[in-house]
Nanobody, 117 residues
Framework: QVQLVESGGGLVQPGGSLRLSCAAS????????MGWYRQAPGKQRELVAT???????NYVDSVKGRFTISRDNARNTVDLQMSSLKPEDTAVYYC???????????WGNGTLVTVSS
């Protein structure tokens, strides 16, 4: 059974930092395309960052230079280090795995990040 569980969300002040973690079960994060998405109130879910099998990365323009996606194969996790947080970063952040076997897309249930004074 494939499971993705996000953690690390919470309340942080503007300019602060937060680290999110996605713990995977049933798949290896090193063998699959992994990503972080977010959905703000009243908005569509958007791609934040992806990490390919070859460790290539891609970021939405609004977070470039502030967010870093990485994988920890020993812990079988995919992390998102967020810095210089802005109120517009407030959203539920979701972990996604794009797998070959089992074939399909898998999502976690999300973790809420609130950036506010």
């Amino acid at each position: 059974q494939v499971q993705l569980v996000e953690s690390g969300g919470g309340l942080v002040q503007p300019g602060g930092s937060l680290r999110l973690s996605c713990a995977a079960s049933g798949i290896s994060v090193g063998f699959n395309v992994m990503g972080w998405y977010r959905q703000a109130p009243g908005k569509q879910r958007e791609l934040v960052a992806t990490l390919t099998r070859g460790d290539g990365t891609n970021y939405v323009d609004s977070v470039k230079g502030r967010f870093t996606i990485s994988r920890d194969n020993a812990r079988n996790t995919v992390d998102l280090q967020m810095s210089s947080l802005k109120p517009e970063d407030t959203a539920v952040y979701y972990c996604k795995a794009e797998t070959h076997f089992p074939r399909g897309d898998f999502w976690g249930n999300g973790t809420l990040v609130t950036v506010s004074s």
